[in-house]
């Protein structure tokens, strides 16, 4: 079993930046490719970015490339997610999940999940 909290969410104004974080523990991380999602009120999770077991291969979503970075750090069981340049349209909570699966770009692919934070955006 894989627990994982989330932190590092707040009220930002448009254009500022969070970095998230999602501490694990039950297991080490090392194994388990990891992922972001989002959900707003009233709509559906979506998919946010992710980053393979070693940290070689990381994807985002189009909404957010170029101004988020997931990165991780296996030795601290973390997973950060860096969200520069932030929208109004970014206003969700953000949860962390931890897959078995290579490169999950599902919810349903993933096997773990945190209880999420939120993040508003205020302009």
């Known amino acids: 079993q894989v627990q994982l909290v989330e932190s590092g969410g707040g009220l930002v104004q448009a254009g500022g930046s969070l970095r998230l974080s999602c501490a694990a523990s039950?297991?080490?991380?090392?194994?388990?490719?990891m992922g972001w999602f989002r959900q707003a009120p009233g709509k559906e999770r979506t998919f946010v970015s992710l980053i393979s077991w070693s940290g070689g291969s990381t994807y985002y979503a189009g909404s957010v490339k170029g101004r988020f970075t997931i990165s991780r750090d296996n030795a601290k069981n973390t997973v950060y997610l860096q969200m520069n340049n932030l929208k109004p349209e970014d206003t969700a909570v953000y949860y962390c999940a931890a897959a078995r699966s290579y490169l999950p770009h599902q919810a349903v692919d993933y096997d773990y999940w945190g209880q999420g934070t939120q993040v508003t955006v205020s302009s």
């Open positions: 039950g297991r080490t991380l090392s194994t388990y490719a």
